[in-house]
């Protein structure tokens, strides 16, 4: 029970620490702009996401009485838990004459897009945090 109540949260530290590494891929990118062939690197990880949670099947249980409650088994979420960032190189597309494929700009959006991301999944983990915090509180 006590492993089902705080995957959520496990799945926002995944999320978390891929995109730190994402933020570290990026800050690499933008320090060797000036490197000849160096081609940049991009982190994936919220389609692999996605695609872990679409394989999670659900059992619904039936009710037989009005006081009876609802409930599901899910199978899968042990995928969703062991998803990792993937890294990967961008190979050609370069825009320069000494083979570097690095360009600020789109650069400068990703590393501001990844910032969204982590101070969003940030607020929620706290969210969620003091949420438990209130229910240790209350109990008292």
């Not at 590393?111 to 109990?139: C, D, H, M, P, W």
């Amino acid at each position: 029970m006590w492993d089902r109540m705080f995957r959520g949260m496990d799945v926002m530290q995944r999320s978390l620490s891929a995109s730190w590494t994402r933020n570290a891929v990026i800050r690499n990118n933008i320090a060797n702009i000036e490197t000849p062939n160096f081609k940049a690197s991009s982190v994936e990880f919220e389609s692999i996401l996605a695609s872990a949670a679409r394989n999670v099947t659900g059992f619904r249980a039936t009710r037989t009485h009005p006081v009876h409650r609802e409930f599901t088994t899910a199978r899968g979420v042990d995928n969703i838990l062991n998803v990792q960032p993937r890294l990967y190189q961008t190979r050609g597309l370069s825009m320069r004459f000494d083979g570097n494929n690095v360009d600020i700009e789109s650069e400068n959006v990703a590393l501001a897009q990844n910032s969204l991301f982590y101070n969003t999944v940030t607020e929620k983990l706290n969210s969620e945090i003091r949420r438990l915090r209130t229910a240790i509180a209350e109990g008292r």
